[in-house]
T-cell receptor, first 112, second 113 residues
Framework: DAKTTQPTSMDCAEGRAANLPCNHSTISGNEYVYWYRQIHSQGPQYIIHGLKNNETNEMASLIITEDRKSSTLILPHATLRDTAVYYCIVRRENFGNEKLTFGTGTRLTIIP | KAGVTQTPRYLIKTRGQQVTLSCSPISGHRSVSWYQQTPGQGLQFLFEYFSETQRNKGNFPGRFSGRQFSNSRSEMNVSTLELGDSALYLC????????????FGPGTRLTVL
């Protein structure tokens, strides 16, 4: 699976949009970009995923560049409860390949 | 639907003991994966079970083992505990169709003294 690179930490003011970047320059054609987050002492929580088109759900938006070498997770109106470590991973959609490899992620702190 | 549940939530053991952790996946999910999370190593994949068979395995010693029952519930066992086994052990379930999501449980915090 391709590796990802994320900033170690970021701050964002409450109510503003939080934009979390991720580089995945070695991503291959059949790999998806997934985002998870982990609030302290809890299990990781799925946020969103995409292949090449931008995606939006009730939690966030995912913008993937045309060359698919990077992406940005957008939390449109950050709240204090969005403070967490955010993991960007790439994985194949192969049936049976359930192994996930998480990097160090980005520690996002929402500031009141 | 109820989420993934793990028991116990917290556990304290001493070196040399063994421990069994339990995971109940979301109803209808047939795949269960186990992960170890430590501050230094991050999240590391242990193994994955599907329909009572181990389908994928990470790079952990044989002291770490698991199994899955016919109702998809899974157990993970660690024998001869070492101090370095102190970690948050996470279980994730998925229905294992193409592109299916993994849903994580709250984890079991194991402390080895």
């Amino acid at each position: 699976d391709a590796k990802t690179t994320q900033p170690t930490s970021m701050d964002c003011a409450e109510g503003r949009a939080a934009n979390l970047p991720c580089n995945h320059s070695t991503i291959s054609g059949n790999e998806y970009v997934y985002w998870y987050r982990q609030i302290h002492s809890q299990g990781p929580q799925y946020i969103i995923h995409g292949l090449k088109n931008n995606e939006t759900n009730e939690m966030a938006s995912l913008i993937i560049t045309e060359d698919r070498k990077s992406s940005t997770l957008i939390l449109p109106h950050a709240t204090l409860r969005d403070t967490a470590v955010y993991y960007c991973i790439v994985r194949r959609e192969n049936f049976g390949n359930e192994k996930l490899t998480f990097g160090t992620g980005t520690r996002l702190t929402i500031i009141p | 639907k109820a989420g993934v549940t793990q028991t116990p939530r917290y556990l304290i053991k001493t070196r040399g003991q063994q421990v069994t952790l339990s995971c109940s996946p979301i109803s209808g999910h047939r795949s269960v994966s186990w992960y170890q999370q430590t501050p230094g190593q991050g999240l590391q994949f242990l193994f994955e079970y599907f329909s009572e068979t181990q389908r994928n395995k990470g790079n952990f010693p044989g002291r770490f083992s698991g199994r899955q029952f016919s109702n998809s519930r899974s157990e993970m066992n660690v024998s001869t505990l070492e101090l370095g086994d102190s970690a948050l052990y996470l279980c994730a379930s998925s229905s294992s169709g193409p592109g299916d999501e993994q849903f994580f449980g709250p984890g079991t915090r194991l402390t080895v003294l």
